[in-house]
């Protein structure tokens, strides 16, 4: 193999809302250990997703530009470029950009059971709506079948 072939042999962007999500590695490429992708935030966005646990993988988020206020388990963190969060299993946690800036981020979920297959379906319920309210119903059961589970509702942190 050369080094080219083994270069994000994953590299697909898939776009949800005003969210950019690009994959570098997926489970295929890793044998299931770790899922990799950037995720390109637009300055000052405040996002729909709801506040979700991941029931059976931590995720690690690397600040590369800009920055994204995560709130975890209701306290609000910012991560900016050269800084890095772990998001625990079971932590209830959601992220906005308050910022001026559009912000990108590095994340890497282990092991790999996010990937892809969430971001594509997700992105049809979200860009299906177009601004308006998500289809609760479908959300609950993609979040589901991709380790995930939708918190309680809360207010998101005003900045």
């Known amino acids: 193999m050369t080094t080219q072939e083994s270069v994000n042999p994953s590299e697909e962007t898939i776009h949800i809302g ?48 800009g920055v994204v206020t995560w709130t975890l388990d209701g306290k609000p963190i910012e991560v900016g470029p050269g800084q890095a969060l772990c998001i625990p299993r079971g932590a209830v946690h959601r992220f906005d950009n308050f910022g001026p800036e559009d912000a990108k981020q590095l994340s890497i979920v282990s092991p790999a059971i996010m990937g892809p297959a969430y971001f594509r379906e997700a992105s049809l319920v979200v860009n299906a709506a177009a601004g308006g309210p998500l289809d609760v119903a479908k959300m609950v059961e993609i979040f589901r079948r991709h380790g995930m589970t939708i918190a309680a509702p809360t207010a998101a942190p005003r900045q």
């Not at 590695?25 to 997703?49: H, I, R, Y």
């Open 18 to 65: 005003p969210l950019d999500i690009r994959f570098l590695l997926t489970k295929d490429d890793t044998k299931g250990s770790v899922s990799v992708f950037e995720v390109m935030v637009p300055a000052g966005q405040k996002l729909a997703a709801p506040a979700h646990k991941n029931d059976a993988y931590e995720e690690i988020l690397y600040g590369i530009e």
